[in-house]
């Protein structure tokens, strides 16, 4: 992501910078731009403060800046940001956090 772009989500939302499609298949097949798929799998880029509860606290999120998560394919809003394209998603759509 472009050094300098501040961008702060609200509530529970997440921003999600997704990883690059691939280029080849296992079996090294050049794929054209139209074969490739959308990435389901970025690295959270920012995190808002939590959901606003009825007692008047935030709800703590699981996720933080760094994590690499997977996301539902059609999940959150396209956002180009400068020559980025980021994804804003609330938390409930991330469906897990990769662990390596």
Known sequence: MAKGLKIRPL????????????TKTAGGIVLPDSAKEKPQRGTVVAVGPGKLL???KRGELSVQVGDQVIYGKY??????I?????????ESDILAKVVE
Request: charged fraction near 40%; aromatic fraction near 0%.
């Open 75 to 80: 999940g959150g809003t396209d956002i180009a």
């Open 11 to 22: 509530d529970d939302r997440v921003v999600v910078q997704p990883l690059e499609a691939e």
């Open 54 to 56: 009825e007692s008047g």
């Open 82 to 90: 400068g020559d980025d394209d980021v994804k804003v998603l609330r």
